[in-house]
């Protein structure tokens, strides 16, 4: 079984910074990407930053100069790094995972439970 597991969320004012962090575990082969998306009280859930396992990275508009995504293989982990932010920010924030597990031998999205981030002064 694959988990994913979020952490780093909480309470900041605008223009402070955060980081939050996302281990995967489990008995999996490969993780082709990570990523972190995130939703908004009455708003879709979105796609906030995406990291290949190549090193590929993507990021949203509205998030672009102030987030930055990083992984260490290593560890199985993914980070967001949130400076700057902005009550917009405010949201609450999921992990995914596009791996490949030994229960479903071929690539499939995982997702965390997400955590909570709130930008508010």
């Known amino acids: 079984q694959v988990q994913l597991v979020e952490s780093g969320g909480g309470l900041v004012q605008p223009g402070e910074s955060l980081r939050l962090s996302c281990v995967a575990s489990?008995?999996?082969?490969?993780?082709?990407?990570m990523a972190w998306y995130r939703q908004a009280p009455g708003k879709q859930r979105e796609a906030v930053a995406v990291?290949?396992?190549?090193?590929?990275?993507n990021y949203a508009e509205s998030v672009k100069g102030r987030f930055t995504i990083s992984k260490d293989n290593a560890k199985n982990t993914v980070y967001l790094q949130m400076n700057n932010t902005k009550p917009e920010d405010t949201a609450v924030y999921y992990c995914?995972?596009?791996?490949?597990?030994?229960?479903?031998?071929?690539?499939?999205?995982?997702w965390g439970q997400g955590t909570q981030v709130t930008v508010s002064s």
């Open positions: 995914n995972a596009v791996m490949t597990a030994t229960s479903r031998p071929y690539p499939s999205h995982y």
């Open positions: 489990g008995r999996f082969f490969v993780i082709s990407a």
């Open positions: 990291i290949t396992s190549g090193g590929v990275i």
